[in-house]
Nanobody
Framework: QVKLSESGGGLVQPGESLTLSCAAS????????LRWYRQVPGKARELVAF????????AYGDLVKGRFTIFRDNGKKTVYLEMKNAKPEDTAVYYC?????????WGQGAEVTVSS
């Protein structure tokens, strides 16, 4: 059974940093790419970051490029999203996502609020 579990969300002030984690189980973690998305109520989920299976390839959405870093620990079966210089517009629920055997799996989400 594929399971993704995000953690690390919370309230941060503008300009601060926060790192989200997504612990995975139930599939061959080290063989698949992973993605972080975020969603604001009333809007579609937005792709934030991508990382290839061996971490050699990463990509970021334009709104977070240069501020966010995605990385993974295949031994711990965990993918991370480091957020630096947080902005109020980063406020959202953040989800990790994997495609395994042609099915899409999402975690339950981690809420991040950027506010002073």
């Amino acid at each position: 059974q594929v399971k993704l579990s995000e953690s690390g969300g919370g309230l941060v002030q503008p300009g601060e940093s926060l790192t989200l984690s997504c612990a995975a189980s139930g599939f061959a973690f080290s063989t698949v790419p992973l993605r972080w998305y975020r969603q604001v109520p009333g809007k579609a989920r937005e792709l934030v970051a991508f990382i290839g299976s061996d971490s050699t390839e990463t990509a970021y959405g334009d709104l977070v490029k240069g501020r966010f870093t995605i990385f993974r620990d295949n031994g711990k079966k965990t993918v991370y999203l480091e957020m630096k210089n947080a902005k109020p517009e980063d406020t959202a629920v953040y989800y990790c996502r994997v495609i395994w055997l042609d099915s899409v799996y999402w975690g339950q989400g981690a809420e991040v609020t950027v506010s002073s």
